[in-house]
């Protein structure tokens, strides 16, 4: 073990980690950056074809985003948000307002996607309340949804162990089946699976709408669900139906926003507008924490007022509209602009398409699903009945290991081995973790 793996085991805690893991499985020290790759403590190197949790977007280190966050530090790091502003953060809300769908006028800045989660959910029931609909508090979301891990984000979460764990501390919440498509009937479309379960949520939302202020889900991919994916028609006739029995609709794009399912934001595949939309991630190029909530001038309309009605917004963070992060939000934007990303993107898209067939036949592969730039391999034990392989054989931690032998960073979401990469990787280093994810597979398959 080397000394800052020791170190750090003796002070810290780490996030989504059994910590006396580390007894088996060693800690990886990074210590670089250098585009695709992280560089560990002993010089090894290993592609993050998981974009460091979804976060980078460009590549570690990348020159344009570094600079803006050097050049901002030598001016303002950091400023009280509340009565002050600073000139990143009404850059990047100008940009924000511009390039998402048209509607969103309104910019709520927070420090992660939980938090963001937190506000959309806080400024809907508010809302309500501010107009004179108090009755309409309840939230819908879908089973197997994830956002995030504040106890809000919780509730309207759908995460057994969490529900287990926390579930005295959460608010009732009414579940929706799922779009999820891996569950259509043989020769099903994504299409039609999508409608048919769209008919349920329309049942729910008939019987609950008067008290129901919002419906959240994550647009065309549940992320952490085990990258479980839907069509686009589910949010069409989603938004059709929160516009016919008035109830506002929260998309959370923070992993799937700027880029990730092939268009800027997911819910534009749908050609339709949310009256929340959560960001985050991507946001800075994974340079520095932010998100934003993005809604309507409708909404912001309805907490504006004398300060005796007492309807402002009631929700802050320290590091609201923190300058340095934003100024790295500004360059990743930036970078948008001057550069075609979606359309280089098609090239990954394409070839993440490709290697992705050798693993439709696998005999222990049982589903291969791919949304953009997101590619999702579901391991299992009989892939004719879908029956899963046990949980606590832990068949995705053996695909992890094998990867870093081979220089990946690949980390399976229970049996699902996806890769979701930085931008900048190339068609050869797509190859490669195929190949490493192939070999991974038949390892951790065998009994």
């Given at each position: 073990m080397s000394s800052l793996s020791q170190r750090d085991l003796s002070v810290l805690w780490h996030p989504c980690t059994q910590m006396k893991e580390h007894e088996i499985y060693p800690l990886l020290p990074m210590v670089k950056g250098d585009g695709v790759y992280l560089i560990d403590d002993q010089g090894n190197r290993y592609i993050d074809a998981i974009s460091s949790w979804w976060v980078n977007l460009f590549g570690h280190g990348r020159v344009e985003i570094k600079r803006a966050v050097q050049q901002q530090a030598e001016e303002l790091e950091h400023v009280i948000f509340s009565g002050c502003s600073n000139i990143p953060?009404?850059?990047?809300a100008e940009k924000l307002v511009a390039i998402t769908p048209k509607g969103l006028d309104r910019v709520f800045y927070a420090d992660c996607g939980s938090a963001a989660v937190e506000v959309s959910l806080k400024m809907s029931f508010q809302y309500w309340k501010n107009i004179g609909r108090p009755e309409k508090q309840k939230f819908i979301a879908l089973s197997n949804g994830y956002h995030g891990e504040t106890v809000g984000a919780l509730s309207v979460g759908d995460v057994a162990l969490y529900k287990e764990t926390y579930g005295p501390m959460l608010f009732?919440?009414?579940?929706?089946?799922?779009p999820d498509c891996f569950y259509r009937e043989q020769g099903e479309s994504w299409y039609d699976y999508s409608l048919r379960q769209f008919e349920k949520m329309r049942s729910l939302v008939e019987k609950h709408h008067h008290e129901t202020a919002a419906i959240i889900l994550e647009p065309l991919i549940q992320c952490a669900g085990n990258m479980r994916m839907y069509h686009p028609v589910y949010l069409t006739k989603l938004r059709d139906l929160?516009?016919?029995?008035?109830v506002h609709l929260i998309f959370d794009e923070i992993a799937v926003g700027f880029g990730r399912t092939g268009t800027l934001f997911a819910c534009e595949q749908a050609n339709v507008?949310?009256?929340?939309?959560?960001?985050s991630k991507g946001i800075t190029g994974g340079f520095l924490p932010l998100a934003a909530v993005l809604t309507r001038e409708s909404i912001y309309e309805a907490f504006y007022d004398d300060y005796s009605s007492l309807k402002g917004f009631l929700h802050s963070h320290s590091y609201t509209g923190n300058a340095l992060?934003?100024?790295?939000?500004?360059?990743?934007?930036?970078?948008?602009?001057?550069e075609p990303i979606l359309e280089n993107n098609k090239k990954?898209?394409?070839?993440?398409s490709e290697v992705a067939e050798q693993f439709v036949d696998h005999p222990f592969v049982g589903d291969v699903r791919?949304?953009?730039?997101?590619?999702?391999?579901?391991m299992m034990k009989d892939k004719k009945t879908k029956e899963a392989f046990d949980w606590r054989e832990r068949r995705g931690i053996r695909v992890y290991q094998h990867a870093l032998t081979q220089g990946a960073l690949l980390r399976p979401l229970a049996n699902v081995v996806y890769m979701m990469p930085p931008y900048v990787i190339t068609e050869e280093e797509i190859e490669l973790l195929a190949r490493v994810a192939w070999d991974g597979i038949?390892?951790?398959?065998k009994d």
């Open positions: 953060a009404i850059e990047l009732d919440t009414i579940m929706a089946p799922s929160c516009d016919e029995f008035n507008v949310p009256d929340f939309m959560c960001v992060a934003c100024a790295a939000g500004v360059a990743t934007l930036n970078i948008f602009e001057q990954l898209i394409n070839k993440l791919q949304t953009g730039t997101v590619l999702a391999i579901e038949n390892k951790a398959v």
